[in-house]
Nanobody, 116 residues
Framework: QVQLVESGGGVVQAGGSLRLSCATS????????MAWFRQAPGKQRELVAG???????DFGDSVRGRVTISTDYAKNTVHLQINSLKLEDTAIYYC??????????WGQGTQVTVSS
């Protein structure tokens, strides 16, 4: 059993910052990539940021330049820092991992609401 638990969501004013955290527990996994996705009401789930074990990083176009992702593959934790929050950043944010074997796991999600 693998569990991903997100924390750090909440209500933030536009222009503010937020830090999300995700911890993985359960059986030992060979994780290749840790990432954050988000899904706004009525929209498809989209990549926010991801980072591989080797350090390759990818960002979603809508957040590029405003987010930082940090991973610790020894502890299997991943953090996401979002700055200059916009109303359109309101969404449920999901932590996700991809194993070397190609299995993907998801957290339950944490709500981020940006208020004006």
């Amino acid at each position: 059993q693998v569990q991903l638990v997100e924390s750090g969501g909440g209500v933030v004013q536009a222009g503010g910052s937020l830090r999300l955290s995700c911890a993985t527990s359960g059986r030992t996994l060979n994780i290749n990539t840790m990432a954050w996705f988000r899904q706004a009401p009525g929209k498809q789930r989209e990549l926010v940021a991801g980072q591989t074990r080797s350090g390759n990083t990818d960002f979603g176009d809508s957040v590029r330049g405003r987010v930082t992702i940090s991973t610790d593959y020894a502890k299997n934790t991943v953090h996401l820092q979002i700055n200059s929050l916009k109303l359109e950043d309101t969404a449920i944010y999901y932590c996700s991992i991809l194993t070397i074997g190609g299995s993907r796991y998801w957290g339950q999600g944490t709500q981020v609401t940006v208020s004006s």
